[in-house]
């Protein structure tokens, strides 16, 4: 099925470090959504974003709804040993219930 | 409940074995959503229910996969003569309605293996 391009597929970094991950599409997104999913667990969202241009903040977390609207990203700060984990974006365009996911950041946080 | 709520949490099932999921979406969720997961990939949309109506099927991969919900509360998925290639995690999910702006909430996930 038709998937999001994110980036990057995996990321190890330091225990307070800053995180950055991102998602593109060929097609133009009216809806973008992170969830973050831990293992064993179903997916939990952490932003939702509805308008272009749009920046949210959750805490440490901020994301952004692409001008172009083709596009989103997702920062984590000073990030900590509990934000291990998968992060997925999500996208929803001509329909308004069918979500498109990417294929996930791993979050690896070394010791 | 206070949150969607899947059962069985794992199933593993012999190939040719049928087998049913069950989801409890939250009290007065009007949409219903079930999802595929294969390992280390996004989810897959499989279907959406709108109360009891299924507006949209597109997602199911063959006939042997059917779900339902009756009564627009519980929904069951139902996998007919499982294949190895069925072994995913099953996501249901649900919210208030329709709109663009409503969040949809995830279960736990079905963990299904097919030997």
């Known amino acids: 099925g038709q998937q999001l391009n994110q980036s990057p597929q995996s990321m190890f970094i330091q225990e307070g470090e800053d995180v950055s991950m991102n998602c593109t599409s060929s097609?133009?997104?009216?809806?973008w959504l992170w969830y973050k999913q831990d293992p064993g667990e179903g997916p939990v969202l952490l932003i939702a974003l509805y308008k272009a241009g749009e920046l949210t903040s959750n805490g440490r977390l901020t994301a952004q709804f692409g001008i172009t609207r083709k596009d989103s990203f997702l920062n984590i700060s000073a990030s900590i040993p509990s934000d291990v984990g998968i992060y997925f974006c999500a996208g929803r365009g001509g329909s308004n219930y069918q979500l498109i996911w990417g294929a996930g950041t791993k979050l690896i946080i070394k010791p | 409940g206070a949150g969607v709520s899947q059962s069985p949490r794992y199933k593993v099932a012999k190939r040719g074995q049928d087998v049913a999921l069950r989801c409890d979406p939250i009290s007065g969720h009007v949409s219903l959503f079930w999802y595929q997961q294969a390992l280390g990939q996004g989810p897959e949309f499989l279907t959406y229910?709108?109360?009891?109506?299924?507006?949209?099927k597109s997602g199911l991969p063959s006939d042997r996969f059917f779900a339902e919900r009756p009564e627009g509360s519980v929904s069951t998925l139902k996998i007919q003569r499982t294949q190895q290639e069925d072994s995913a995690v099953y996501l249901c999910a649900s919210s208030l309605a329709r709109g663009t702006g409503n969040t949809i909430y995830f279960g736990e996930g079905s963990w299904l293996t097919v030997v």
């Open positions: 097609s133009i997104f009216n809806t």
């Open positions: 229910f709108q109360n009891e109506a299924q507006l949209d």
